[in-house]
Every structure is written in structure tokens, then in C-alpha cells.
């Protein structure tokens, strides 16, 4: 008879290879799942013997340790998920969280940064550094991850063969390997061209001493072959000091949420930052949307023709007065 853990290897295997999801969707699937079994573990039961009782009791045991809603929801997700594959591959009869209906996920836009904020930010990466090498790598980061709202693991892991030949766009493979074109800001293609030079003379000169040149636009020794999110985590944050910004205000996700909001905030289009962002589902983009009640409700009042009408009686009924 197979065990928990082999059932929840069974159902990431199916995951990883019918629906193409991303290995961090995978890695959280199965974080979540092993939690879910030790729990269930801990309480003499096993997974497949769960009624609807005992994972509301889970859920609620979650709510009582603080965590999250978001964080709930996500757990439940996968909890769910596992339960639907239970089904499909006849493990047992019944799903017993077709009922269970979790916190939501809350559609509060997270933390962003100001313009201001953010050249304060691409000035900082730009003089952090010790050397040539690194004032030009981290401008080029920096500069790349607000011009494209890339996420942080995209950048991360870009190959240096999508940044040649000058290019006007970026194509990023994103979640479930999906990709995507991203346009360059003129800021963002200079600082690409200055990384670029030196990362070829680097290689050139490593060739000659007998080391391989790496496929990454930003290479690293470590076991991953180029830098890690928690890297550029710290990195970023060491520029949020220097730029004499709040450093709980500042995470990589934060500047793929300014850009989003300041492309809305300027009057790009909500399809259009969706295709840009990655996402899947509209619903996803639309936490930004409240960024645009200022300027939407400026735009009604300013060419509205009842407005306009209402302003002119306003300035007649002035007049009259006077």
C-alpha cells in the first residue's frame, strides 16, 4: 500500500508533466502537502482517510497560528487539488473538500514604490558597487527589472543569448514556460549594452585560462550557474539603505508592482500590463485598477458634457449674484 508521501510524489509528477506548471508551483505543492500529511500524521490519520471535519479542523488550526489568509488559500489550493487527483486515479470515492470554500485571497495592490523611489533605487545600484563590473552588472539588473516588471527568478535566470543583437525586446520564459516579449526602455538597452561588453571581454579572457563562458546574461559559481533570488534579495535591499529608503518597503516583487502601476498610472492599457506581467488571468492584473480612479474620475469631470454644463450654470449663478 503506498504512503502518503509516495501519493503526493504520484500527484506531482501528474502536475509537472500533464499541466507544464512551473518548478516553484511544484516546490509549493509540495511544501504544502508535506505539512498537510504531518498534521494529519500527528492526529493518527492518514490522507486518504480525511472527512470534510478533520480538514476544516486543519484549516482552522492554521487560522489560529496567524497565518495569512494568502497563505491559507494556498494551502487549501493545493489540499484541493490533491483531493481532485485522488479522485481521477480512483484512490477513493469521494472529494472531501468539494465543500470547503477557503479565506480568498486578498485583491489589496502590495506594496509599490513611487517614481521618485525608483530612480532613487536605479541611481543607488548604479554606484553600490566596488568595481566596474559590479556598477555595471547591478545597473544593468536594476534597470532591467523595472523596464520589464520581470519576476525576480525570470531575471535571475536569463540567458544571454536573448540579450543579443541589441534588441529593442526581452523574451522571457516565464511561469509553466510560457514566453513573452517585453519591450526595453532606451535606460534599460544602454545598460544591457554596457553589461553585455563586459561580460564578453570576461568570457573572452576566461576562455584563454580554460573556463567554460556561462549561458546566463548574469553568471554566478554557484551550483545554479548564475546569481539566486535570495541574492539579488539582499542586493536590493543594500540599495534601498543607500537611496535612503524604507527597506521593508523594498523587495524585487515591489518594483514588478511600480512598474505595473506606473504604466497604468500613465495610461497604458490593463490588457496590455497583463500581457506584459505574465499573467494568466486578467483578474490577477486587476488589483492596479485602483490606480486609475484619480485619473479616471479627473477625465469624467474634465470632458464629461454634464460636467462641463454644471460648471457653466456654477459660473452663471456666480455671476447672476454678483
Known amino acids: 500500500m503506498p504512503t502518503d508521501l509516495q501519493r503526493i510524489a504520484d500527484f506531482l509528477d501528474a502536475k509537472s508533466a500533464e499541466a507544464g ?3 516553484n508551483t511544484i516546490s509549493a505543492y509540495a511544501r504544502d502537502l508535506k505539512e498537510f500529511s504531518n498534521w494529519a500524521f ?9 472527512k470534510q471535519p478533520h480538514i476544516e479542523a486543519y ?3 492554521l487560522s489560529q497560528a496567524g497565518l495569512a489568509s494568502s497563505t491559507r488559500a494556498r494551502r487549501l489550493s493545493a489540499v484541493k487539488q490533491f483531493y481532485r487527483f485522488a ?3 480512483n484512490w477513493r470515492d469521494d472529494n472531501p473538500t468539494l465543500q470547503i470554500s477557503g479565506p480568498g485571497r486578498s485583491k489589496h495592490l502590495p506594496k509599490t514604490l513611487s517614481m521618485d523611489e525608483v530612480d532613487l533605487l536605479l541611481n543607488a545600484a548604479e554606484t553600490a558597487g566596488k568595481t566596474n563590473e559590479e556598477w555595471a552588472r547591478d545597473s544593468c539588473l536594476m534597470q532591467l527589472l523595472y523596464a520589464t516588471g520581470m519576476r525576480v527568478s525570470e531575471l535571475m535566470a536569463l540567458p544571454i543569448c536573448s540579450a543579443r543583437g541589441d534588441p529593442s525586446m526581452l523574451l522571457i520564459r516565464g511561469k509553466g514556460e510560457k514566453e513573452r516579449l517585453v519591450p526595453l526602455s532606451p535606460p534599460a538597452k544602454e545598460a544591457l549594452a554596457a553589461w553585455l561588453a563586459l561580460r ?3 568570457d573572452a579572457l576566461g576562455k584563454k585560462q580554460g573556463r567554460p563562458g556561462s549561458v546566463f546574461l548574469f553568471p554566478s559559481r554557484g ?6 533570488r535570495h541574492w539579488f534579495y539582499l542586493r536590493i535591499k543594500a540599495w534601498a539603505v543607500l537611496a535612503n529608503i524604507d527597506p521593508n518597503k523594498v523587495t ?3 518594483i514588478r508592482h511600480a512598474f505595473a502601476t506606473h504604466l497604468l498610472s500613465n495610461g497604458a492599457d490593463l490588457r496590455v500590463i497583463q500581457t506584459l506581467l505574465g499573467h494568466s488571468d486578467i483578474s490577477t492584473t486587476e488589483i492596479y485598477t485602483h490606480v486609475l480612479e484619480t485619473r479616471l474620475r479627473d477625465l469624467v469631470l474634465n470632458n464629461h458634457p454634464m460636467a462641463s454644463s454644471r460648471r457653466s450654470s456654477a459660473g452663471k449663478t456666480s455671476s447672476d449674484g454678483q
Not at 500527528?42 to 480525511?50: G, I
Request: aromatic share 4%; proline share 3%.
Open 59 to 61: 484549516l482552522t488550526g
Open 42 to 50: 500527528r492526529n493518527n490519520h492518514t490522507l486518504l482517510r480525511l
Open 200 to 202: 564578453d571581454k570576461n
Open 21 to 23: 506548471a512551473a518548478k
Open 87 to 89: 479522485v481521477e486515479e
Open 252 to 254: 524585487p516583487h515591489t
Open 223 to 228: 551550483k545554479l550557474g548564475h546569481f539566486t
